[in-house]
């Protein structure tokens, strides 16, 4: 289902009854919330809502386990519920161009992430959970607002990319040195 680039400002409930939906895209609308029948969609992978103006996740989402690819980019979401980490199936995580300062301790349990873009936010510092993300092998964190980053990351041994452009690093960990594939 492809509804983008229109100017929704909500979705209706009966969505939740296109039970055969594998993906949906309504990126660039006005969203502002989804309804709750969404969380019915069990075998929805594809989940596209950048550019809308969702200002906070509905718990619904958190009921999408099969999930593998979700881009809620430049929307306005100021934090990230808990129950993210229930989404155990995603690789590939955009929540670029938000308002994010932190993520939620769930986050260490995405652990099939392999690409997560978190660009454009108030980041300042990266939970220690992040090690745990080990199929992660490209993440993006230019342009936030990061002092540090946690000796947690040496436990990325399959990262390949890890842009930090950008942002208020003084020093970098000694455990860096640990992430021998980055190219």
Same mark, same amino acid.
Request: hydrophobic letters at 40%.
């Given at each position: 289902?492809? +509804?983008?680039?229109?100017?929704?400002?909500?979705? /209706?409930?009966?969505?939740?009854?296109?039970?055969?939906? !594998? !993906?949906?895209? #309504?990126?660039?609308?006005?969203?502002?919330?989804? /309804?709750?029948? =969404?969380?019915?969609?069990?075998?929805?992978?594809?989940?596209?809502?950048?550019?809308?103006?969702?200002?906070?996740?509905?718990?619904?989402?958190?009921?999408?386990?099969?999930?593998?690819?979700?881009?809620?980019?430049?929307?306005?979401?100021?934090?990230?519920?808990?129950?993210?980490?229930?989404?155990?199936?995603?690789?590939?995580?955009?929540?670029?161009?938000?308002?994010?300062?932190?993520? /939620?301790?769930?986050?260490?349990?995405?652990?099939?992430?392999?690409? +997560?873009?978190?660009?454009?936010?108030?980041?300042?510092?990266? /939970?220690? #959970?992040?090690?745990?993300?080990?199929?992660?092998?490209?993440?993006?964190?230019?342009?936030?607002?990061?002092?540090?980053?946690?000796?947690?990351?040496?436990?990325?041994?399959?990262?390949? #990319?890890?842009?930090?452009?950008?942002? #208020?690093?003084?020093?970098?960990?000694?455990? =860096?040195?640990?992430?021998? +594939?980055?190219?």
């Amino acid at each position: 289902l492809d +509804v983008s680039e229109n100017q929704l400002s909500k979705l /209706p409930d009966s969505i939740g009854q296109l039970a055969a939906l !594998e !993906e949906i895209s #309504c990126s660039f609308n006005e969203l502002e919330s989804l /309804p709750a029948s =969404i969380g019915r969609l069990k075998g929805l992978k594809y989940l596209d809502l950048r550019s809308n103006q969702l200002e906070e996740l509905s718990q619904c989402l958190g009921q999408l386990t099969a999930l593998t690819n979700m881009n809620i980019s430049s929307n306005k979401l100021t934090k990230l519920p808990e129950w993210l980490g229930q989404l155990k199936a995603l690789k590939y995580l955009d929540l670029s161009t938000n308002q994010l300062d932190k993520l /939620p301790e769930s986050f260490g349990q995405l652990t099939s992430l392999r690409e +997560v873009f978190l660009c454009c936010n108030q980041l300042t510092k990266l /939970p220690e #959970c992040l090690g745990q993300l080990t199929a992660l092998q490209h993440i993006f964190l230019s342009m936030n607002q990061l002092e540090s980053l946690p000796a947690a990351i040496a436990q990325l041994k399959g990262l390949k #990319c890890l842009n930090l452009r950008s942002n #208020c690093l003084r020093s970098l960990p000694a455990s =860096i040195g640990q992430l021998t +594939v980055l190219t």
